[in-house]
């Protein structure tokens, strides 16, 4: 699938007087006061009133973060984002983007959702990506760059729809040659006797709307169902296409994983190649 880039906004800077220095903020951090450290690891990540120095911006960022401060997660999701003081990691950022997300934080909200949108240190979801981003955009704590970064972002997102639609990366199958080219009536009739793979070709036929009939996901579902039931490793993976892109069912993720197991179980690629997904 095509990957779409986009950057990360960086959790606002404390208001620091210039008068203060690193001094003002090491007691009371040493003590264990949440901005006390937040604040030593802004100044230490920008200099303020000392040298700069990533490495213990980092550790002062996770010790607030980890003291249930948001705006640390921030902070510090993005050193590991881009590396700075800490070796990068898109999965320790993505972490703490998250904890302030959930936290109710709007540059954490919108900084997960560049991650869901790009798979970085998560599984791409657009889904969740958008649901983010539409948090940070409508949170009453937004700033005008955190909601920037929510519009871009819900942009990038419906590109990625227009361009890449999520229902392309799971195409199923093409049916199996002994029963594809049965006339209409006949494949009907095998398919109610129980055959598997006759079930699976009018499941084929139904989600696509070839072949003598009109595309209808209702009437695939059913059908890939029962191929499925028997064991059809392609009728299985093409149920969990239905189940995963709400075609003639409600969106299930569970139940597509379930169903991409058991293909994926007897060797089916395409299968295997969906379970990367969850």
Not at 173 to 196: F, I, R
């Amino acid at each position: 699938m095509k990957r779409l880039f986009a950057f990360f906004a960086v959790a606002a800077i404390a208001a620091i007087s210039a008068a203060q220095t690193i001094y003002d903020f090491i007691p009371g951090a040493r003590q264990g006061d949440v901005q006390s450290m937040y604040n030593l690891g802004v100044c230490y990540e920008n200099g303020y009133g000392c040298s700069p120095n990533p490495s213990q911006a980092v550790y002062w960022y996770e010790k607030a973060a980890n003291a249930g401060m948001p705006e640390a997660c921030v902070n510090l999701g993005y050193c590991y984002e881009k590396g700075i003081g800490t070796k990068q990691s898109y999965a320790q950022a993505a972490y703490y983007y998250m904890e302030a997300a959930l936290k109710g934080n709007p540059g954490g909200q919108a900084n997960v959702a560049y991650c869901f949108l790009n798979g970085w240190g998560c599984t791409k979801s657009l889904d969740s990506a958008e649901k983010y981003a539409n948090l940070a955009l409508n949170n009453p704590q937004s700033g005008s760059r955190e909601k920037a970064d929510a519009r871009n972002c819900l942009a990038e997102i419906k590109k990625a729809r227009t361009a890449d639609d999520d229902d392309d990366w799971f195409i199923p199958a093409k049916p199996a040659v002994a029963t594809k080219d049965l006339p209409l009536s006949d494949l009907k009739a095998k398919a109610e006797q129980g055959d598997a793979e006759a079930q699976y070709n009018l499941g084929y036929r139904y989600y696509n709307g070839v072949d003598g009939v009109s595309k209808d996901y209702s009437k695939a579902m059913y059908w890939f169902s029962k191929a499925a039931e028997q064991g059809d490793s392609i009728a299985q993976h093409n149920l969990g296409v239905c189940y995963y892109n709400g075609r003639g069912i409600a969106k299930d993720k569970d139940m597509a994983k379930y169903w991409f197991e058991k293909s994926a179980a007897q060797g089916y690629e395409p299968a295997k190649e969906a379970l990367k997904e969850f």
